[in-house]
């Protein structure tokens, strides 16, 4: 196995630039989700990688080859598509044994390949059936294990969890997390789905208007999104961004905002300007009926039960004008709330995040005006 590499990747349709001077590493061994809104250039970049589209400019690496005028057949790679690629009329085992007729293998060594996908994807009761009895979830799982038995260098994965039932996808899901584990290869996995990139990434590669804007592993890249289309398309609601004003010299600047009753010193990072946005995710926003110790009076306009029992609040605030925002409580604590009404809200500063005025994320501390910095 070996990784991929591009580099200074852009791919033009007309004045449209859906890949914009990429350079990215796909490490070996891990894999990769390229995940972002549609249109933002994820596809394009994954069908360059496999060689269905020619880049304008710039390179495919695979390990130190450079295979950017390479058709896909000489590419060696697997490649699962948004619907099911299968042939009709014919088993599952079949299915998958096609392919490797024309591989130069032993009769045990295609058996084994064989059943050792149909082993890794859970497809053993559905062996010996006809593709075509089977449904769209199934169909899938046997088109990833078609590409499995190949043993190509990397496998490419097209948002394949996109065109299948509620039920089949958590079942494709579990199965996929299964067996990226289990591969150790280099995968390359598109999706605009935040829940697939979250279960199945070592690493997310985020996407907007063919930029990669960040790349890290899943949590890093939820808790410490490097922009404020990081913060706001991750999450489900995406983080709450709120204006404030910072005022103050160099070595005493305050942060000021109606969500916060107390004084908010800031330390770290030179901060240009005064105009700063406060980004925290719903989570984790205190909400309560009683008092809260650093907490502003806030009116609670709705509350509804979320899947897993979770409450989301909309609630605003005096002196934000007619913007509102919306918390997430556990159950226990939705529990304890009104319906609507007056409760109290807190930010905790250790879970909120500064943006610039160019949305970039700011490498700062709070706490409030005259308590100690943390270590």
């Known amino acids: 196995m070996s990784e991929i590499r591009v580099e200074q990747l852009t791919k033009t349709f007309g004045a449209l630039r859906a890949v914009d001077d990429v350079s990215f590493t796909f490490p070996n061994g891990q894999v990769t989700c390229l995940l972002g809104p549609s249109g933002c250039g994820k596809t394009t970049l994954m069908r360059i990688i496999a060689g269905l589209e020619t880049q304008t400019t710039g390179a495919v690496y695979f390990g130190d080859q450079d295979v950017s005028r390479l058709s896909p057949s000489k590419r060696n790679i697997g490649m699962v598509f948004q619907y099911p690629v299968v042939y009709r009329g014919i088993s599952v085992y079949r299915n998958i044994e ?6 130069k293998l032993s009769n045990a060594e295609r058996a084994r ?6 082993r890794l994807l859970g497809l053993s009761a559905s062996a010996n059936l006809d593709v075509s009895k089977l449904d769209n979830g199934t169909r899938q799982k046997v088109s990833v294990a078609r590409e ?5 260098q990397f496998i490419l994965f097209d948002e394949p969890i996109t065109n299948v039932d509620a039920a089949s996808k958590l079942q494709l899901k579990r199965s996929l997390k299964e067996l990226t584990r289990s591969l150790s290869q280099t995968i390359v996995y598109v999706t605009h789905d935040q829940t697939e990139a979250m279960t199945l990434a070592d690493q997310i590669a985020l996407m907007e208007e063919g930029r990669i804007v960040q790349c890290a592993p899943p949590r890093e890249l939820y808790n410490h999104p490097y922009d ?13 961004f709120f204006t404030a004003t910072l005022s103050g010299g160099e070595n005493h600047r305050v942060l000021e905002s ?12 030179a901060i240009a300007g005064s105009d700063i946005t406060i980004g925290i995710r719903p989570e984790h926003i205190r909400v309560s009926p009683e008092p809260l110790p650093a907490g502003v009076p806030a009116r609670l306009a709705r509350k509804t039960v979320q899947i897993g029992g979770q409450y989301l609040l909309a609630l605003d605030v005096h002196g934000l004008g007619d913007q509102g925002f919306k918390a997430k409580v556990a159950p226990t604590a939705g529990e304890h ?8 809200v807190e930010l905790p500063l250790d879970q909120v995040s500064l943006f610039d005025a160019h949305g970039i994320r700011i490498a700062a501390s709070l706490h409030p005006v005259g308590a100690p910095v943390a270590d």
């Open 228 to 240: 404020r289309f990081g913060g706001w398309f991750l999450g489900n609601p995406g983080m709450v």
């Open 258 to 269: 109606p969500l916060f009753s107390l004084p908010v010193a800031v330390d770290g990072a």
């Open 98 to 103: 096609l392919p490797l007729q024309s591989m």
């Open 337 to 344: 709330l009104p319906s609507s009404g007056q409760v109290n």
């Open 113 to 118: 390949r064989v059943e050792d996908a149909i």
């Open 148 to 152: 499995v038995a190949r043993q190509p």
